[in-house]
């Protein structure tokens, strides 16, 4: 019974020990989530279009990204890069050679950079549900480009290319500040239209 008087008040230091430990990891759990709510992105990729056309022997398909990417103000401020990638194993495209232009509006060959601090891109301010984002958009050109023996089977090739309904292309984009932050994905349907 004497010992109870003694254990009763260590019993007491150890559990008011415990809370605190436990308030202390949840504030910095707490934390760790409002850094990476901050840097979450938000897609908007309606509908992408390709054009196709032949000239001579060639088949031209010049597909028109259009994509905006939604992110918190303070997310955008606290970024050193914002990072946008194409994926084009969904679709036919994924067969082809294309050219893209980068800042200067010199071509490069199978290669689009994806650090959007180097592509020409509109930033506005909107809100979604009451909240203030910035709104990122992408718009740029990659030009699809085959070679093939005579004009009529590159004819052929565009009238198939035309006839897919399928199609789809995804999307990737993340943060990086002094690491790289969750990714967001995102994928939608690919339109081609001939043009005559």
């Known amino acids: 019974m004497r010992y109870l ?3 009763f008040p260590i019993l007491i230091l150890i559990s008011a020990f415990s809370c605190k430990k ?5 504030m910095k759990n707490a934390a760790i989530d409002t850094e990476v709510l901050i840097h979450e992105i938000k897609f908007n990729a309606p509908i992408q279009y390709v054009v196709t056309s032949v000239s001579g022997d060639t088949l031209k398909m010049i597909y028109y990204e259009n994509v905006s990417l939604f992110i918190p103000p303070n997310g955008l401020n606290l970024s050193y890069a914002l990072h946008l990638t194409q994926d084009f194993s969904g679709s036919l495209l994924k067969n082809f050679n294309y050219n893209a232009y980068d800042q200067y509006g010199d071509y490069t060959y199978d290669w689009a950079d994806d650090n959007l601090n180097n592509v020409t891109k509109t930033i506005t301010d909107t809100t979604i549900n009451g909240t203030s984002m910035k709104n990122i958009t992408v718009e740029r ?3 699809f480009t085959k070679v093939y023996n005579n004009a009529q089977l590159a004819t052929a090739e565009k009238d198939s290319v035309n006839a897919v309904i399928t199609d789809k292309i995804s999307f990737s984009s993340f943060v990086y500040f002094g690491k790289d932050y969750p990714a967001t994905t995102t994928s939608t349907s690919i339109l081609y239209l001939s043009l005559k």
């Open 141 to 143: 050109p990659f030009i």
């Open 22 to 26: 436990t308030s202390v990891n949840s």
């Open 5 to 7: 008087k003694h254990i």
